[in-house]
């Protein structure tokens, strides 16, 4: 039976000086006029693609039983697949359309994403980094937001490697499977406007780590 995790919380990169909370997060997105928000972040097990949710457990160790002859029931293999990510966004006008104005946001306020950084934490404070929790790590993606509309995007959450590394791998049963670790993963998208105006967006995920397909 799967564990619950940590919600969820979609935050907004907005104007600096605004109050912040699960939902609200406010970042300086500098002069640029577009908004970038991120309307939804879900993960993607790598062991199940289907389950897609806004909370995610990620098996450290998976255990396949194919192909065969290198993989059977009798002669399990083991392997670390990457769990991804799936974010949705949406542009909106820092300045926003009144009555009688002609404000409109056009083609110079889509935003084209870059690059994105992913770093985990713990509620306990225990957060070391390849001690506590996974290594933070950064990657490319390229993604336009439409100025009037939304855009999706699919992207690593969790590295292979990392299930490699402490402390995610500490976690495959052996003799007997050891405590899950539940971690809140914070993910960063940046780009830039029409203009070259840096823009930026940070939304958050639950993430729980164990040995699922072992524990069951």
Known sequence: ????????????????????SCGQYVQDQGRSPSQLVINSLVGIPGD?????????????D????????QCSTDHPCHTWLNDTGEAT????????????????????????LTQYHVEFKRSDGRNAQGVDVPYAFDSAVTLTVPATGT???????????????????????TTSCPPMISTV?????YGRDQAGNNVSAKGTIGVTFGDISRSK
């Open 48 to 60: 199940s693609p289907s389950a897609k949710s806004s909370t995610m457990i990620s098996d450290v």
């Open 89 to 112: 966004f949406s542009v909106f006008l820092k300045d926003p359309l009144t009555a009688g104005t002609t404000n409109e946001p056009s083609v110079i306020n889509n935003v084209t």
């Open 1 to 20: 039976m799967r564990l619950q995790s940590f919600g969820s919380c979609v935050v907004v990169a907005a104007l600096a000086g605004a109050g912040a």
């Open 185 to 189: 993963a914070e993910v960063t998208f």
């Open 151 to 173: 855009a999706t995007v699919a992207f690593d959450l969790v590295r292979h490697d990392a299930k490699k590394e402490s402390p995610l791998i500490s976690l495959a049963c």
């Open 62 to 69: 998976t255990v396949v039983t194919e192909p065969e002859p």
